[in-house]
């Protein structure tokens, strides 16, 4: 049987703003950005430990952004040898020992980070979606809710959408819904608010809404496939059998070897 899950967000938002291994942020979204002023470049005997540390974490994430641990741990290690209280670096590290189900080393790296900066609110949502994924829900939502009263907070879209997604793991479904809603109002058509919304929508029986709202997933190039396959159940449950025809050949298209392609034959829906 085919269950929808709500789709996962991790916040990595670095020095740079390092993007989810999960979801790559659409450019039509993206802030105007200012011609960055020439300057001369930093000799090495004038670049301080600090600022080494800050090099090193963001190429560190940017190899876990590509899967590359190994790597990402080496360059965590020179961070850590030039400045061992630079915050972001733990977070970092406590985001690749996830990833290697080392879930001792990554809590221990999440809780240094917020020792050292616990009004980060980047640190704060990666430890809360820690928390979310590993079967304390509830406890994630405080950690979203530090993070989100930040007002130098950058990315409050992504506490705010995942902080939907663990209301809804916990069955609070109108805190989930307020959560997915107030990301879309900061980022108006953000796919991946508007497919968790869509899917809340979908199993609350609000078909017209979640049609409604599949039209922003759709505009995520390439849609996933779990979004095709509820764009073909919500037209499936609205009768419109041109439509959802659509989402079919879609989904087979793009996806022939997909579970959720694997799933079309038996009309499963929930």
């Known amino acids: 049987m085919r269950t929808f899950t709500f789709a996962a967000v991790v ?6 703003g390092c993007e ?13 950005q200012q011609q960055a002023q020439q300057l001369p470049p930093i000799r090495q005997e ?13 190429l560190a994430a940017g190899y876990f952004e590509r899967g590359q641990y190994d790597v990402a741990l080496e360059e965590l290690g020179e961070a850590i040898r030039f400045d061992p209280t630079y915050p972001k670096l733990y977070s970092i590290y406590g985001l690749v020992y996830t990833e290697l189900g080392d879930d001792a080393k990554a809590e221990e790296n999440f809780r240094r980070g917020l020792e050292l900066a616990p009004t980060d609110s980047e640190i704060r949502h990666n430890w ?7 079967g304390r829900p509830r406890e994630s939502i405080d950690q979203f809710e530090t993070a989100l009263r930040n007002p130098l907070y950058r990315t409050p879209e992504s506490a705010l959408i995942n902080a939907g997604k663990c209301s809804a793991q916990i069955g609070n479904a109108a805190a989930a819904d307020q959560y997915l809603r107030r990301a879309l109002a900061l980022k108006p058509g953000h796919p991946v608010a508007a497919y968790n919304l869509a899917l809340l929508s979908y199993k609350g029986g609000r078909l017209e809404d979640a049609r409604a709202l599949m039209r ?3 505009a995520q190039n390439p849609p996933s496939a779990e979004a095709l396959y509820l764009g073909m159940c919500i037209e499936r449950k609205l009768e419109d059998r041109q439509s959802e025809q659509s989402y079919v050949m879609q989904l087979r298209n793009r996806y022939p070897n997909s579970a959720e392609a694997r799933a079309i034959p038996t009309g499963v829906c929930e």
Request: aromatic residues 12%; proline residues 7%; hydrophobic residues 40%.
């Open 20 to 32: 989810s291994k999960l979801f790559k942020s659409d450019p039509a979204q993206q802030q105007p």
């Open 46 to 58: 004038e670049a301080t430990p600090r600022y080494k540390a800050e090099l090193r974490t963001e």
């Open 11 to 16: 916040s990595v938002a670095l020095l740079a």
């Open 216 to 218: 922003f997933v759709m």
């Open 128 to 134: 809360g979606w820690y928390l979310c994924t590993h």
